[in-house]
């Protein structure tokens, strides 16, 4: 019955997300060309705070926990497990006082309204993934930028993402690279629980009336621990949250 439904409600929740994309790429320009990162960061947020409302028209439902006391002023990277592209705009949005950036693949920073604009000046990383000097360079630039402005990162160390919800072993080189610029940084797991059932049948039809849950886990202090440790811990810290 749910797959069913999609058949309907699919194509009325993709066009008003691609509406919202049609509509905040010129508010995002005026903001950021006349007022500004604060400003341009402001309308990025609420835009994904849309992005996310719009999954509702599925019946679909987003909770995000985060009952971690995180610092704010020190840069942060979240560690994620990956199942699909609803998994951005709820962290955006609900962890958007840490000033998470992402690193993205660079084919997306073209021909995508809003996403692109925002990749392009919103000051994450733009990786070539067919370019493994490039893709360091990029990392270690936004590393440099967390420790001066004290931003975050959210990064999906699986590399890809599951079609499933099986996890797959996190990778540690993304990770690595922005600590070496920024050792301050603090590790923070977060636990993204069925947004792939949204998208089990492909682009069409969407799923509906599925319940799917974030949720920020126990921070780690990397410091002074191998770097593969830090990262098993996160992973493992994933890993029993999504089997409870």
């Known amino acids: 019955m749910k797959k069913f439904l999609g058949y309907f409600l699919t194509p009325v929740a993709t066009g008003v997300f691609l509406l919202i994309l049609v509509i905040f790429q010129p508010i995002q320009w005026v903001c950021f060309r006349f007022f500004g990162y604060s400003a341009h960061k402001k309308s990025v947020d609420i835009l994904n705070l849309f ?46 006082k840490y000033h998470a950036k992402f690193i993205s693949k660079i084919e997306l920073t073209k021909n995508i309204p ?15 993934r067919k370019d493994q000097r490039q893709s360091i360079t990029e990392i270690m630039k936004l590393g440099v ?22 996890i797959k072993t996190f990778q540690v080189g993304g990770i690595a690279t922005i600590l070496k610029k920024c ?31 974030w949720e920020v886990l126990t921070p780690i202090e990397p410091a002074g621990r191998p770097i593969e440790e830090v990262v098993l811990e996160a992973e493992n810290q994933i890993r029993t949250a999504l089997a409870s």
């Open 51 to 96: 992005l996310l409302r719009s999954v509702y028209l599925l019946g679909n439902t987003v909770t995000f926990i985060n009952n971690q006391n995180l610092p704010v002023g020190r840069p942060i990277i979240f560690l994620a497990n990956h199942q699909g592209l609803l998994d951005i705009p709820p962290m955006i949005w609900y962890l958007r």
């Open 183 to 213: 050792p301050e940084a603090l590790l923070v797991p977060v636990a993204i629980k069925d947004s792939w059932k949204m998208i089990r049948y492909g682009q069409y039809p969407l799923n509906t009336f599925t319940p799917m849950k």
């Open 114 to 128: 809003s996403i692109s604009y925002n990749l392009r000046h919103g000051g994450g990383a733009n990786i070539d």
């Open 145 to 166: 930028r967390m420790k001066e402005n004290k931003w975050s990162a959210v990064i999906f160390p699986e590399g890809t993402r599951s079609t499933d919800g099986t």
